[in-house]
């Protein structure tokens, strides 16, 4: 607390002392609507959420890794429907469409540290029910498979992207055939250090890299398209501070929207408009006396959708806590009209 204390001192003095200091933007409080029962793994568990809106929305599914032990399945109250002992998963991702057995279906991967594997789940859009078709793994050259994330490329190609904390980045093309699951490499990045979150935004082709103690990088998601960056945020260690976990996107529009990015070493999200991924503001999610809901610290992994659900008609961010108040660590659900509300956008 001292040390929040004495940076944002120093920054407001920063302030009046010269004019050309940017703004401070101030830290917004917001707080979650809901919660998610605590995953088993004890220590650092829980890590990164994903959400898969169903055709009825209300039947949507949150996906949650425990990076003890394997995948938790919760639904939208945040009661586990299911629990695959995959393994040390660390990331997850989520699309819809992928062409399996003859039918476009929703495809999430986690990358998986005991077998050093991408592994590939299937969703049965009618039942709800996750499972894990034999071969659906994926060996990764990695010492450690990190973050992953999931582009459903306009030529119908699914991509994964994985990371690992040497700082390497693979682009894998996936495919479902008779010969079973194949993954393609399309590329390998050096992204210079350790990074874990990524996103590929579907409408722009963009790629979204945090680099956890450098900033956000843009890429081409088309690995056609080369590899040049432009770094979006770097760590200035006021707004912006060491490490950067999880990048997700609100999309609206065809190219707007927000980048919402989980920055660890304050228990902030910072929030980026697109399509130029200017920084709008940041906050924090507090404890609610009235819902009982406590707050999120040292946060992890996120995912934010703009699908309208039940109780979330804006959208829904779910962010990871790193200490449940009743002990261990679950993920949390903020209303996304709270976070527009707070941060004026
Ligand atoms: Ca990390
Ligand atoms: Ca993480
Ligand atoms: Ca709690
Ligand atoms: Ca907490």
């Not at 309208?308 to 959208?315: E, V």
């Amino acid at each position: 607390m001292n040390t929040r204390l004495a940076v944002l001192v120093v920054s407001a003095f920063g302030l009046s002392a010269c004019a050309t200091t940017p703004t401070l933007f101030p830290t917004a409080e917001v707080t979650a609507s809901s919660e998610t029962v605590r995953v088993a793994g004890t220590g650092d568990a829980a890590d990164d959420p994903a959400l898969w809106v169903a055709p009825d929305p209300a039947r949507s599914l949150i996906l949650g890794t425990d990076k003890t032990a394997g995948l938790y399945v919760f639904d939208l109250s945040g009661v586990v429907r299911q629990f695959l002992p995959a393994g040390r998963l660390n990331n997850v991702d989520v699309r819809d469409g992928f062409l399996f057995e003859g039918r476009a279906v929703p495809l999430a991967i986690a990358t998986n540290r005991t077998t050093r594997t991408l592994d590939m789940f299937i969703i049965d859009a009618e039942t709800g029910d996750v499972s894990a078709p034999p071969g659906a793994t994926v060996p990764l050259d990695f010492e450690e498979p990190y973050g992953a994330c999931l582009y459903a490329a306009p030529d119908g190609g699914f991509h994964a992207g994985v990371t690992d904390k040497e700082g390497a980045f693979v682009q894998l093309e996936l495919r479902m055939d008779r010969d079973g699951f194949t993954a393609i490499e399309r590329r390998r990045l050096d992204l210079g250090s350790i990074a874990e979150g990524c996103v590929f935004d579907d409408r722009t082709g963009d790629l979204f890299i945090a680099e956890e103690n450098v900033g956000i990088w843009r890429y081409p998601a088309d690995p056609d398209m080369g590899d040049e960056r432009t770094q979006i945020a770097a760590i200035d260690g006021r707004d912006f501070v060491a490490d950067i976990e999880g990048v997700t996107i609100y999309p609206e529009g065809a190219d707007g929207g927000y980048l919402v990015a989980s920055v660890q070493g304050d228990d902030a999200y910072a929030v980026f408009r697109l399509p130029q991924a200017d920084y709008v503001g940041r906050f924090r999610v507090t404890a609610d006396p009235e819902t009982g809901v406590d707050e999120t610290t040292e946060t992890d992994g996120i995912h934010v959708s703009a699908a309208a659900l039940p109780g979330f008609q804006a959208g829904v961010l779910i962010v990871q806590d790193d200490a449940d108040d009743e002990g261990g660590q679950n993920f949390k659900l903020v209303d996304w009209a709270a976070i527009a509300r707070a941060l004026g956008l």
